[in-house]
C-alpha cells in the first residue's frame, strides 16, 4: 500500500482537465479528491513494478539527532589549504618515509633486506612511495599497493612456488579503489587518453594497509571545515578590514552616479588611511564587529589545536604551542617523543603487512629503522650510555655501533683483546 500512495501523491500533483487551474499538493493523495475524480484518474495509474517496491534502509543513529551530519567528509584537495593540517599529515609522513625499513630474522636480528623492501617501485624512490602511503593512511585510514604484473611469472619472486612473493608494485590512490570485496578488488586504470576504466583483480595482486588512526577526512570533517570558515573570514577582513559601514546623506539627494563617486572615494581613502573626513552632511555608521571583536585570530588558535588533538602531532610541530606555557629543552625532548608516539600507528600499519608470506617470507619481520629518528638529546643519550657501560650491558663499541660511528682505534675486541682496527699508534697485530 506504500507504493500505491505515493503513485497518488505524484499523479495528484499533476495538472489534468478534471482539475482545469488547480494543482493538487503532493501530499494530498486520491483520498482527498472527490469520488468522481478518484474514479477518473483510477485507470491512469501504472500498476507498480517490484524493481518499485522501495528496500528497506539500514538505521542511521545520528538520524535523530542532526541528519546527515556525522556521516560528512571532506575533500583532500580541499583539507589540504589548511596550513596546519598540511603541516600534521607532511610531517608524519615526511619522517617516516625518510626511514629505512630493515629485515629481522626469527632470532631478531638485522639481515640484508631484501630488493622489494630496498625499491618496491623500479620507477621511483623508496622515500616518495611510503610518504605517499602514510599519507593515505592519515588522510583514508587505507593504502593499496597494486602489482601490474600479477598475471605474469615475471611479477614474482619464486613464481613456481606455493608461496610467491611480490617482485615491484605501485601505489594506487584511494580514489581509484572502487570496490573491495572478500573475493577481488575494482580499481580503476587509466588509458593513454586518460580515461578511467575499472578493472577487477585478484586479492592477491593488491597488497592493502589499513590503520585504525587514520580516517581524518572522515573525523576532522567539522574542524577542517571550521578552519576553511575562518581562512574565508580572514580573507574577508584582509580586503575590506573594517566592520560595515553605512553612510547617509542629511543634505540635498545625490544622483546614483554621485554616490559610486562617494563610497569609491570612501573606500579609496580607508585603504590608504585610518582616518577619513566626510562633509556636514554626511553621517558614518559601522555595523557589525571587527576582527579582534570576534576573537578571530584566538579562532584560529583553537583550530590548530583541535588538529594537534585530531591527528596527535604536537601543536609545537603545527607552529602553535599551548598558551600561556615555554618551552625548554627536555619539554622539547617530550615533544619529540609524543611525535614519536603518534607515528607509532601508521609505522607499525606498514611494518606488519610488509612481514606477511606474499613479502618477505616465513620468518621474517619487516620495521622501520627508528635509531636515527630517537636521537633527540645528546647529553640524555650520554648519560645513558655511561650508565650501561658502567653496569655492563653495553660496551664501547656497541655504543659506537649504535650510534653508527667508526670503531674505536685500539679498542679491545673478541678476536683481538690487545686492540681493534689499525689505528694511528697501532704497528703491527697480535699472534
Not at 488547480?22 to 491512469?44: D, I, K, M, N, T
Not at 614519536?340 to 609505522?347: G, I, K, T
Request: charged share 20%; glycine share 6%; with cysteine.
Amino acid at each position: 500500500q506504500p507504493q500505491l500512495s505515493r503513485n497518488a501523491a505524484a499523479t495528484s500533483a499533476r495538472p489534468t482537465a478534471n482539475s482545469g487551474r488547480h494543482r493538487s499538493s503532493p501530499a494530498v493523495g486520491l483520498a482527498a479528491l472527490p469520488s468522481a475524480q478518484r474514479e477518473a484518474r483510477a485507470p491512469e495509474q501504472a500498476p507498480a513494478e517490484p524493481s518499485d517496491v522501495a528496500a528497506p534502509r539500514a538505521l542511521d543513529p545520528f538520524a535523530g539527532i542532526i541528519p546527515g551530519y556525522y556521516d560528512t567528509h571532506i575533500e583532500r584537495h580541499q583539507a589540504m589549504t589548511v596550513p596546519a593540517f598540511r603541516r600534521a599529515v607532511q610531517v608524519i609522513a615526511g619522517s617516516l618515509g625518510q626511514l629505512k625499513l630493515a629485515q629481522l630474522d626469527s632470532a631478531n636480528k638485522n639481515v640484508v633486506p631484501i630488493p622489494f623492501l630496498r625499491q618496491p617501485d623500479p620507477k621511483r624512490t623508496t622515500q616518495v612511495i611510503i610518504s605517499q602511503t602514510m599519507e593515505d593512511l592519515c588522510l583514508w585510514g587505507a593504502a593499496y599497493w597494486y602489482n601490474p604484473r600479477w598475471a605474469t611469472a615475471d611479477g614474482w619472486r619464486f613464481s613456481g612456488s606455493s608461496t610467491p612473493k611480490h617482485k615491484s608494485v605501485e601505489r594506487i590512490a584511494p580514489e581509484d579503489v572502487a570496490l573491495v570485496r572478500h573475493d577481488g578488488y575494482t580499481i580503476y586504470r587509466y588509458d593513454s587518453k586518460g580515461v578511467q576504466h575499472p578493472v577487477k583483480v585478484p586479492l592477491e595482486a593488491i597488497i592493502m594497509f589499513e590503520a585504525p588512526s587514520g580516517h581524518w577526512l572522515r573525523d576532522g570533517s567539522r574542524t577542517l571545515q571550521t578552519a576553511q570558515l575562518l581562512e574565508d573570514a580572514v580573507r574577508t577582513y584582509a580586503k575590506t578590514p573594517l566592520p560595515q559601514v553605512v553612510i547617509q546623506n542629511a543634505g540635498p539627494r545625490k544622483t546614483p552616479q554621485q554616490v559610486q563617486e562617494l563610497l569609491s572615494s570612501y573606500e579609496a581613502s580607508r585603504s590608504q588611511r585610518s582616518t577619513a573626513y566626510t562633509g556636514r552632511d554626511l553621517s558614518i555608521t559601522s555595523l557589525g564587529f571587527d576582527a579582534q571583536q570576534i576573537a578571530l585570530s584566538e579562532a584560529r588558535a583553537q583550530v590548530v589545536l583541535d588538529i594537534a588533538r585530531m591527528t596527535g602531532v604536537p601543536s609545537l610541530y603545527l607552529s602553535q604551542g599551548i598558551q600561556n606555557s615555554s618551552h625548554s629543552y627536555s619539554n622539547l625532548t617530550q615533544q619529540r617523543l609524543d611525535l614519536w608516539a603518534a607515528m607509532q600507528p601508521f609505522a607499525h600499519a606498514i611494518e606488519q603487512r610488509l612481514s606477511f608470506d606474499d613479502v618477505t617470507g616465513q620468518g621474517y619481520t619487516v620495521a622501520f629503522d627508528m635509531s636515527s629518528f630517537l636521537r633527540v638529546d645528546p647529553m640524555y643519550r650520554a648519560d645513558l650510555y655511561a650508565k650501561a657501560i658502567t653496569s655492563g650491558w653495553m660496551t664501547v663499541e656497541e655504543v659506537r655501533a649504535f650510534e653508527q660511528l667508526e670503531p674505536t682505534p685500539n679498542a679491545p675486541g673478541p678476536g683481538d683483546p690487545d686492540g681493534g682496527i689499525e689505528g694511528p699508534n697501532r704497528t703491527g697485530t697480535t699472534s
